[in-house]
């Protein structure tokens, strides 16, 4: 009887050992009324050449040139930046990206303030400026072709 309650305790102990350890998911949840949202800029080329400005100037440290994830910054982050040319971050909707990158997640920073002239935004928008759109714009020009 006493071996029998020790191995319990013993697998009790090692269970919530075990659930202790392993890393918990924390999804980015993306709110309805954000994924349903569409992106008002036109992919146009001075969008493209806009977006890549703020992308080059807030982005390239930690998701690196080309998108891959892979910046500078990126190997001191508690988790991988995101792959720009994955078909996963591809098939999000703008107004998920937009999401993401207005109120950030973990390492990930909130920029809705720190996109050029968005700093008046109003909740659930593109905002008033054209920088949010073009700079999603730009982002999916890393699709894999």
Sequence with gaps: MKTFILIIIGLSFITGTISFIQPKKDPWKVPEKYEKMKNPILPDEASIKAGNAIYTEHCTSCHGIKGYGDGKKAQ???????DFTSIQFQKQTDGALLYKIYFGHRDMPGFKNRIPDNDDVIENSFGKTRSPGDLINYLRTFEKK
């Design 76 to 82: 001191h982050l508690s988790k991988a930046p995101t």
